[in-house]
């Protein structure tokens, strides 16, 4: 048996095949990275801007509502932000820290909405939060969104 190999051709496939091998090492390492994921680390971190969004499609917010909680969203994105900052390598304090943040905002965020927004928004990120679904894409079987009511605050 008489094997030829074609040089020129294999030198296209190990230059092809480690040009592969580099790009995908590359997106591996960018993804390992603080921030690199999608949303952020652990995939769960969305900018002001993200958050206000879904909150305003999913909620059906009115002006009042959308610059109220947008302003929210800014407010504690930058104390979350400072909070990773000084964490240093203490993560069980971050996480205590952050717990506390998210249940102060939790609250400003009630005052705001309605109690139906409220507590479809409670609803929506339990199953952000158990990585069911996509925000916004609720299953079959959940209520429908709440309906627009203008002016209208929330609160109990």
Not at 50 to 64: C, G, M, P, R, V
Request: glycine share 10%; no cysteine; charged share 25%.
């Amino acid at each position: 048996m008489n094997k030829t190999f074609n040089i020129p051709t294999m030198k296209k496939i190990l230059i092809a095949t480690i040009t592969f091998l580099l790009v995908m090492t590359g997106s591996m390492a960018l993804l390992a990275q603080p921030g690199g994921g999608p949303g952020g680390p652990g995939g769960m971190r969305m900018t002001p801007e993200q958050e206000t969004k879904l909150l305003e499609d999913s909620l059906n917010l009115n002006a009042e509502q959308l610059v109220k909680v947008k302003a929210l969203n800014e407010e504690y994105a930058q104390k979350m932000q400072s909070a990773r900052a000084n964490a240093g390598e203490d993560w069980s304090a971050m996480r205590e820290t952050m717990m506390a943040m998210r249940q102060e905002k939790d609250q400003k965020l009630k005052a705001i909405l309605t109690a139906d927004q409220f507590t479809h928004w409670q609803t929506m990120r339990q199953r952000m939060n158990q990585g069911r679904g996509t925000p916004g894409t609720p299953p079959a079987n959940k209520p429908e969104k709440p309906k627009k009511e203008k002016g209208k605050k929330g609160g109990n």
